[in-house]
């Protein structure tokens, strides 16, 4: 099953959410919230899970949308940058 991690602003800062977990982590600036939720979503791959991390503008626009796979073997856990995705408030 695939963890959904989602980077997205919110009153007084930014916040990071997932669905397999209960609290929010909040941050003051997007830049250190994107960071936690890329090295989250990393950690997760590397213990197994699958995951995809949505980064939101203020706007609601998505920024980016990445997906992450489980270690094969020995090999680093996979990060993929989707490209093309869609201005608009989602």
Do not use: H
């Amino acid at each position: 099953m695939t963890v959904a991690l989602s980077v997205a602003p919110v009153d007084g800062g930014w916040a990071v959410t997932a669905d397999a977990f209960d609290n929010p982590m909040l941050f003051a600036s997007g830049r250190a919230a994107e960071r936690t939720g890329r090295d989250l979503a990393l950690r997760l791959a590397r213990a197994g899970r699958e995951v995809q991390l949505d980064v939101r503008l203020r706007g609601g626009a998505t920024a980016a949308r990445f997906l992450c796979f489980p270690a094969v073997e020995q090999d680093a856990a996979l990060m993929l940058g989707l490209p093309g995705l869609s201005s608009g408030p989602a």
